[in-house]
Nanobody
Framework: QVRLVESGGGLVQAGDSLRLSCVAS????????MGWFRQAPGKEREFVAA??????????YYADSVKGRFTISRDGAKNTAYLQMNSLKSEDTAVYYC?????????????WGQGTQVSVSS
């Protein structure tokens, strides 16, 4: 079993930056995938960013809406994934969820955190 705990959310103004963290514990993968999804009020959960990784590669994927503003990364030694969010917009307001899987980077990822709230005021 994998436990994921997100942190780093908060209330910021448009144009500000935030960095979300996701610490994985329990069973962890030297090769796998970690991702970030978000769900705004009244909307479905949507893909934000994901990272497929192994000891020799790290491949990021981004939703078009965040490309160029958000950066996903991972520190294997800490079993932690990060989402650096720059130039935040009001439409980025949502609960952000971390997910992990052996390979999938879509909504079918196996393990999920509880979420962290990001609120961006305009």
């Amino acid at each position: 079993q994998v436990r994921l705990v997100e942190s780093g959310g908060g209330l910021v103004q448009a144009g500000d930056s935030l960095r979300l963290s996701c610490v994985a514990s329990g069973r962890t993968f030297s090769t796998g995938a970690m991702g970030w999804f978000r769900q705004a009020p009244g909307k479905e959960r949507e893909f934000v960013a994901a990272l497929r990784y192994s000891p020799i590669f790290s491949i990021p994927y981004y939703a078009d809406s965040v490309k160029g503003r958000f950066t996903i990364s991972r520190d294997g030694a800490k079993n932690t994934a990060y989402l650096q969010m720059n130039s935040l917009k009001s439409e980025d307001t949502a609960v952000y969820y971390c997910a992990a899987d052996e390979s999938s980077i879509d909504s079918q990822m196996k393990y999920w955190g509880q979420g962290t709230q990001v609120s961006v005021s305009s």
